[in-house]
């Protein structure tokens, strides 16, 4: 199996993961980024863009640069990577974000601030929800 076999294969065993476990409408880019989506997968619901690896020597600042390059500075990215000691049927594959995206991704799972809601709170929902009935009998 030559290089790109490997990294494809690597490919098509994270994105069926990504699809079952958290976005289905995950997709791989087609020719490794040649047009105008880049990277190797691409998950429209984080607007994330995925490079994957799957290499016996790891090489994670370059790596890290290449994944970079792929989000063409609007998108936010990842690195995905077979550690190499592991099995190519069943690898465990390894994630590098940066701090800022892990920070971001964290926080979506912070407390609420509001557990029940006030009054005030209260009124504005009902009120929001009229408002949102009245536009929909109008349609």
Same mark, same amino acid.
């Given at each position: 199996m030559n290089t790109k076999q490997k990294g494809r294969k690597l490919v098509k065993i994270i994105l069926a993961? +990504?699809?079952?476990?958290?976005d289905k409408s995950a /997709?791989? =880019?087609s020719g490794s980024g040649a047009g105008l989506d880049k990277g190797? +997968?691409?998950?429209p619901i984080l607007d994330l863009v995925i490079e994957a690896k799957n290499c016996k020597t790891i090489q994670m600042a370059?790596? =890290?640069?290449?994944a970079e390059r792929e989000g063409l500075g609007h998108?936010?990215?990842a690195l995905m990577w077979r550690h190499p000691k592991s099995p190519q049927e069943n690898p465990e594959v390894r994630v590098d #974000?940066?701090?800022? /995206?892990? #920070?971001?991704?964290?926080?979506? /799972?912070?407390?609420?601030? #509001?557990? =029940?809601p006030d009054r005030e709170l209260k009124w504005v929902l009902?009120?929001?929800?009229?408002?949102?009935?009245? =536009?929909?009998?109008?349609l």
């Open positions: 993961q +990504i699809r079952n476990e958290l /997709y791989e =880019v190797d +997968i691409r998950i370059n790596w =890290v640069k290449q998108s936010k990215t #974000i940066s701090l800022d /995206y892990f #920070i971001e991704l964290a926080a979506r /799972y912070k407390e609420p601030k #509001i557990k =029940v009902t009120t929001l929800k009229n408002a949102i009935n009245q =536009v929909l009998k109008k």
